[in-house]
């Protein structure tokens, strides 16, 4: 199992461009599932997920085909419409090929994802609003049964704005006769860039990005090539890391507006940044504490949480945090607390007293984003961190232990 050796505290310089975003590409390739026609996609991310999701669809009967800077896909003879416990267990997202399967074959046996480290995570929004669409649901030793003899358009009122649900929902509906509306819908950029592939794919989808999205059903698709959006939340972790070391960093290869709530706040906060039409410039700052809650976007996104905990253990004085989105994310609390952060928990809001100074010590990653929050904050410790468990890294964070080199960072990827 790997492991990192990180030598703190240590200045970055530079500039860092991001990959494109997992949490796009995800949805994406399940929406393959919908299309008899040739697909490219472009500079798809070497991740854990990634890669578990190509498999998935080979399982299915893809034909997949690695190009210099595509991936060329052909979904044109399905084989199958199981996706086993065996993947989905290992990735939550697999759930995402539910209603591209619905909508394509008109049924489809998906494991139930089963809970993971940062909660139960359920999926009853999906299969609820599923059901009004008229698929029938047998849930049977851990699997999701489900069939569609004629899905109907309807009204579909979410009751929380499940980023996850919205995209099923969407990929379920693509080709259902006249209008599905999905109200309260997440709005995530990657929602957008969802219907953006579908749409070039030809469908006809409209109000992505806002919390009434519009599926009017299609018969034929198109080929199509498309390339996603960048990782916003690479890219804020970037920052994150930037500001801690007061570093100057140049960030690249992202919309800055997708994260613009996130730029609000840390300007508020003080910090020097310059924000271009696909960058971030931080220059060395000087930090004021503050509040955080996390919310779905355009708020503060959960995703960030843990980066934004290990930055305020950095700045002097008392900040706050509280998660709204998910029962069980704060794991990198007490890994943090050994690298000497002075953090009180109290359900789900974390005090963090900053300001503190951090020493190495041997900590150990739970889950993706709580992994990010203890690399930035290895980079600031004194001395050299052991973080264990690294592979939860490898799901979200694309070639990480290089790109911090690049910046100057001193990590080492070692096989314990
Ligand atoms: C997506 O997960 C992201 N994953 C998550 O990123 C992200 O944290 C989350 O959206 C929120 O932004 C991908 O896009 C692959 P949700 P998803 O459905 O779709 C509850 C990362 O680190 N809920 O919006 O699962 C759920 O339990 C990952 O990259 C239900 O109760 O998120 C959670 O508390 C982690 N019933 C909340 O809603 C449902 O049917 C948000 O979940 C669905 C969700």
């Known amino acids: ?66 190009h ?31 209603g591209p399967l619905l909508a394509r074959l008109g049924k489809a046996k998906v494991s139930l994802p089963g809970g993971c480290a940062i909660g139960t995570r359920p999926i009853d929004i999906h299969l609820k609003n599923l059901e009004k669409l008229g698929v029938e649901f047998e849930i049977s030793s851990g699997y999701v049964e489900s069939k569609s003899s004629n899905l109907k358009a309807c009204h579909l009122p979410l009751s929380f704005p499940s ?46 990005g806002t919390s009434k999205i519009t599926i009017t059903g299609v018969k034929e698709l198109n080929a199509v090539e498309y390339e996603a959006i960048g990782d916003r939340i690479e890219a804020a972790t970037y920052i994150f890391g930037a500001l801690m070391t007061e570093s100057e960093v140049k960030v690249e290869g992202m919309n800055p507006k997708h994260i613009g709530f996130v730029l609000d706040t840390l ?86 007293e900053g300001g503190r100074p951090l020493k190495a010590a041997p900590v150990m990653c739970t889950d993706l984003r709580a992994s990010a929050a203890l690399v930035l904050a290895a980079l600031v410790s004194e001395g050299e961190t052991e973080v264990r468990r690294v592979y939860h890294l490898d799901r ?14 001193k990590v080492k990827k070692v096989n314990e």
């Open 396 to 409: 979200g964070y694309e070639k990480l232990d290089q790109k911090l080199n690049s910046l100057g960072a």
């Open 267 to 352: 300007k508020d906060m003080g910090a020097n940044l310059e924000i271009g039409e696909d960058f971030v410039l931080v220059r060395r700052s000087k930090l004021k504490p503050v509040k955080i809650k996390t919310a779905p976007y355009p708020g503060f996104p959960t995703d960030l949480q843990a980066q934004m905990m290990a930055l305020m253990t950095k700045i002097p004085g008392n900040s706050y945090i509280e998660e709204n989105i998910f029962e069980n994310r704060f794991m990198h609390v007490p890994e943090l607390v050994r690298l000497g952060a002075k953090i009180n928990l109290s359900g789900n809001s974390a005090f963090v």
């Open 68 to 98: 210099e800077d595509h991936t060329s896909f052909d979904a044109s003879q399905l084989t199958g419409h199981e996706a086993t416990y065996e993947l989905v267990k290992t990735m939550r997202a697999s759930i995402f090929v539910l």
């Open 1 to 66: 199992m790997d492991k990192l050796l990180i030598e703190g505290p240590t200045n970055l310089n530079g500039t860092v461009k991001v990959s494109r975003a997992k949490n796009a590409y995800l949805p994406i390739l399940a929406a393959v599932l919908v299309s008899d026609k040739p697909i490219k996609l472009k500079n798809l991310p070497d991740l854990r997920d990634i890669r578990t999701m190509l498999r998935l669809l080979q399982n299915l009967g893809v034909k997949i085909d690695d």
């Open 163 to 208: 980023v996850g649900a919205t995209e099923n929902l969407m990929m379920a509906s693509i080709f259902i006769d006249g209008e599905t509306i999905i109200e309260n819908a997440a709005r995530e950029p990657e929602i957008s860039d969802l219907a953006d592939f579908l749409n070039a794919m030809g469908a006809s989808i409209n109000g992505a």
